[in-house]
T-cell receptor, first 113, second 111 residues
């Protein structure tokens, strides 16, 4: 069966520090991969998605970046965090093809001080 | 353009009462539709999906949803609410790569 791992579960970082969140998927090949952010009490904001190794599409311009160095690994990064980067970050994967549901990780709660 | 609208950011019911969470969609092509549930500090979990095989879709935890093309709706129901159903519920429409999510409805269950 397929599983998705996302870590860390919680993270507290000072303003201006770097960030690296990692997500890996097991049990499937060539998945679509996604990074979302949820601000407190708000819906899902799609940040990045990837349909293959090295292929990243950005939905919202900001100080975050994403990389996909391996087929089932998706990394969210920042060189200098802002207070507005606080939130709940979710990684998700889906099988390629129209109408496939997404499968989400357990999320990372990021607090910027 | 595709869009998903969830009516009501909060829905409050008593334990044992009917749960009805509303979702309307806008799409120029036959849609793939999903309902997800999110418990506090967790990721989203798929409740059910509509892929045109049947208009009434049964999901996990006793939930079901009915696709009504004439009303462009995909409302989620459960006959009897349980305290454990308290969570955030998201309606979503599938696309080629990027799904469209509604803003979510928080279900509150009173004892």
């Amino acid at each position: 069966s397929q599983t998705i791992h996302q870590w860390p579960a919680t993270l507290v970082q000072p303003v201006g520090s770097p960030l690296s969140l990692e997500c890996t998927v097991e049990g499937t090949s060539n998945p679509n991969l996604y990074w979302y952010r949820q601000a407190a009490g708000r819906g899902l904001q799609l940040l990045f998605y990837s349909v293959g190794i090295g292929q990243i599409s950005s939905e919202v311009p900001q100080n975050l970046s994403a990389s996909r160095p391996q087929d089932r690994q998706f990394i969210l990064s920042s060189k200098k965090l802002l207070l507005s980067d606080s939130g709940f970050y979710l990684c998700a994967w889906s099988v390629r093809g129209a109408g496939q549901p997404q499968h989400f990780g357990d999320g990372t709660r990021l607090s910027i001080l | 353009a595709q869009s998903v609208t969830q009516l009501g950011s909060h829905v409050s019911v008593s334990e044992g009462a009917l749960v009805l969470l509303r979702c309307n969609y806008s799409s120029s092509v036959p849609p793939y539709l999903f309902w997800y549930v999110q418990y506090p500090n967790q990721g989203l979990q798929l409740l059910l999906k509509y892929t045109s095989a049947a208009t009434l879709v049964k999901g996990i935890n006793g939930f079901e949803a009915e696709f009504k093309k004439s009303e462009t709706s995909f409302h989620l129901t459960k006959p009897s609410a349980h305290m454990s159903d308290a969570a955030e519920y998201f309606c979503a429409m599938g696309g080629s790569y990027i799904p469209t999510f509604g803003r979510g409805t928080s279900l509150i269950v009173h004892p």
